[in-house]
């Protein structure tokens, strides 16, 4: 068959090997899909494809000429353009500065920004986002929501070659549709398309074929028709596994949290709902529904202009004023951007893990007991089968999803009583999830509070007690176990943007905010 690029013997080591003799090949005209477990190596080897490292062995091919970018401009140049793990977007630059970085349209030097912003504007629409102010700085968009910003400025290109790391992440099932649409018209058209996803039945629904990676070697490439589910999942984790989590409730009557009309326009509006001790509390809804930021005022990293919190019993509300007040009160938040908000990532596994409750590991008078500490860090890595070389090794280090496992154990180690995760297994490997899934289990046993964002129905509707849906800033309704199902789900979710209320009622994945309004940066990082 026709081979676009090979590559060939890979290896890549930094203290330890993390790619062995790897093989791979890929065809004109086809999705070829890159799966594993957190750490197999996924991302180090696209980014060696695309230039951003080198390899320590091993060579690649294309189009049947030996190739060897220096650097990620040499492998655009050569028709491979790159959306990584991890967002790589501009924050100070606009939206529409960040779409045509490379090409942006000048006469004599002078940036024509009449045009640049017409341009932006029909990408914007072709990819759903169609409220976005091209003018708007890019820190101010949702995660979510750069996600797909950086999509489609890779999409805009003409490349042949267009890899996706973990692109739908951050994306909700329309969002994805969206997404799919393009890669085929893609694929369609000739290109070719490297994709790289933990959701397996994305994987299924859009690769041509599927390579496994396990531990830096490949296991096998196969054509999706002729493999399954769960023998891909056996293939990757190199055994067979258990994907089922039984939700055995356990919410108790006491409430731990109520919010009352808890409002922020335009992001939330007379938001109420409770939280009981022992609950799982799942929060669905579409970018951009206000989900995020409603958890970040519940934690104080916003403040809302109305609407109150009680915590317990009691007939008072508190005031949180800032995260550390509400670390104080017992509630914690696990955020969905783990790099800017939630790791030190020059420090260690170890200090990440204690840091926010160095407490625990000090003596009466202040000394670090180093042994406790370090078993402590031991346990946690075990307990969430965190992959890294050493407690000691940097976050900054670790793979995507591994680096995601390490903000939860340092959340879990804070003990809380009331926990929000934002997104916990966004970009987590389906082993991994289950254990999430049942230490999730395991704190609401144990008395915790819990509230679960998420755009993964499925594992919302696995794991909760409840589920909230929010749609278009507002509380569309909240769903007991048994009285839910995706469709009942989804229509809640859509309900808010269909009522007229809203400036574009067509566009569900819009931005909701007024074209030439105050764009506000204090909210960088929300969706
Ligand atoms: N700069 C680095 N220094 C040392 N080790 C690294 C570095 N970058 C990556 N690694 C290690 O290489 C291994 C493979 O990482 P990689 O990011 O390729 O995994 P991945 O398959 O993309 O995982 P994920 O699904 O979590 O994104 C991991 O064990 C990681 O810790
Ligand atoms: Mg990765």
Same mark, same amino acid.
């Given at each position: 068959m026709d081979s676009l690029l090979s590559v060939s013997n890979i290896c890549k080591t930094y203290a330890v090997q993390v790619l062995s003799n790897v093989d791979f090949s890929l065809r004109r005209g086809e999705v070829h899909a890159l799966v594993g477990e957190n750490g197999a190596g996924k991302s180090t080897l696209v980014k060696i494809i695309s230039g951003l490292i080198r390899q320590s062995a091993g060579s690649m091919e294309l189009n049947g000429r030996p190739f060897a970018p220096g650097s990620r401009m040499d492998a655009?140049?050569?028709?491979?353009?790159?959306?990584?793990?991890?967002?790589?977007?501009?924050?100070?630059?606009?939206?529409?500065?960040?779409?045509?970085?490379?090409?942006?349209?000048?006469?004599?030097?002078?940036?024509?920004?009449?045009?640049?912003?017409?341009?932006?504007?029909?990408?914007?629409?072709?990819?759903?986002?169609?409220?976005?102010?091209?003018?708007?700085?890019?820190?101010?968009?949702?995660?979510?929501?750069?996600?797909?910003?950086?999509?489609?400025?890779?999409?805009?290109?003409?490349?042949?070659?267009?890899?996706?790391?973990?692109?739908?992440?951050?994306?909700?099932?329309?969002?994805?549709?969206?997404?799919?649409?393009?890669?085929?018209?893609?694929r369609d058209n000739g290109s070719s398309v490297i994709y790289i996803s933990h959701r397996i039945e994305e994987i299924k629904r859009i690769a041509d074929r599927i390579t496994? %990676?396990?531990?830096?070697?490949?296991?096998?490439?196969?054509?999706?028709?002729?493999?399954?589910?769960?023998?891909?999942?056996?293939?990757?984790?190199?055994?067979?596994?258990?994907q089922v989590v039984e939700r055995r409730s356990q919410a108790s009557a006491r409430i731990a949290l109520k919010a009352k009309g808890l409002t922020r326009r335009p992001f939330f509006h007379d938001v109420s709902f409770e939280l009981r001790k022992g609950e799982i509390l799942g929060f669905a809804g579409l970018m951009g529904s206000g989900r995020t930021e409603t958890m970040r005022g519940i934690f104080g990293a916003d403040r809302f202009e109305s609407g109150e919190i009680y915590l317990d019993d009691s007939q008072q509300p508190v005031s949180i004023k800032s995260p550390r007040h509400a670390v104080r009160n017992g509630i914690a938040l696990l955020t969905e951007d783990r790099k800017e908000q939630g790791l030190f990532l020059p420090l260690s596994l170890r200090e990440n893990i204690t840091i926010t409750n160095i407490g625990a590991v000090a003596s009466r008078i202040g000394?670090?007991?180093?042994?406790?500490?370090?078993?402590?860090?031991?346990?946690?890595?075990?307990?969430?089968? %965190?992959?890294?070389?050493?407690?000691?090794?940097?976050?900054?280090?670790?793979?995507?999803?591994?680096?995601?496992?390490?903000?939860?154990?340092?959340?879990?180690?804070?003990?809380?009583?009331?926990?929000?995760?934002?997104?916990?297994?966004?970009?987590?490997?389906?082993?991994?999830?289950?254990?999430?899934?049942?230490?999730?289990?395991?704190?609401?046993?144990?008395?915790?509070?819990?509230i679960m964002v998420s755009s993964e129905l499925n594992e919302l509707m696995a794991l909760c007690d409840r589920i909230a849906v929010m749609?278009?800033?507002?509380?569309?309704?909240?769903?007991?176990?048994?009285?839910?199902?995706?469709?009942?789900?989804?229509?809640?979710?859509?309900?808010?943007y269909l009522t007229g209320e809203r400036r574009n009622p067509q566009s569900p994945l819009d931005e909701g905010k007024d074209e030439t309004g105050p764009v506000n940066h204090e909210t960088s990082n929300l969706s």
């Open positions: 655009e140049q050569c028709g491979i353009r790159t959306v990584l793990q991890e967002l790589n977007l501009i924050g100070n630059l606009t939206v529409a500065e960040n779409l045509f970085f490379t090409g942006i349209p000048n006469r004599f030097g002078l940036i024509r920004y009449h045009e640049l912003n017409k341009a932006a504007a029909v990408l914007l629409d072709r990819f759903g986002l169609t409220g976005v102010n091209p003018r708007m700085k890019v820190s101010a968009l949702g995660i979510g929501r750069q996600q797909l910003l950086e999509i489609a400025a890779a999409m805009s290109c003409e490349s042949p070659i267009l890899i996706m790391d973990e692109p739908t992440a951050a994306l909700m099932d329309p969002e994805v549709e969206l997404l799919f649409k393009h890669i085929k018209e893609k496994i %990676l396990r531990d830096g070697c490949i296991v096998g490439t196969y054509n999706a028709a002729d493999i399954g589910n769960d023998e891909i999942i056996n293939q990757m984790v190199g055994r067979s596994m258990d000394w670090i007991n180093h042994e406790h500490e370090h078993a402590e860090a031991d346990d946690w890595i075990g307990k969430l089968d %965190l992959r890294c070389r050493s407690p000691e090794q940097k976050a900054v280090e670790l793979s995507g999803g591994n680096q995601q496992k390490l903000v939860i154990a340092k959340w879990m180690f804070r003990d809380c009583r009331i926990l929000i995760f934002d997104e916990p297994t966004r970009g987590i490997d389906v082993g991994a999830k289950v254990e999430i899934y049942k230490l999730l289990n395991n704190l609401s046993e144990r008395g915790k509070a819990i749609s278009a800033g507002k509380l569309a309704g909240v769903f007991d176990r048994g009285s839910w199902s995706q469709e009942i789900l989804m229509e809640a979710a859509f309900s808010e």
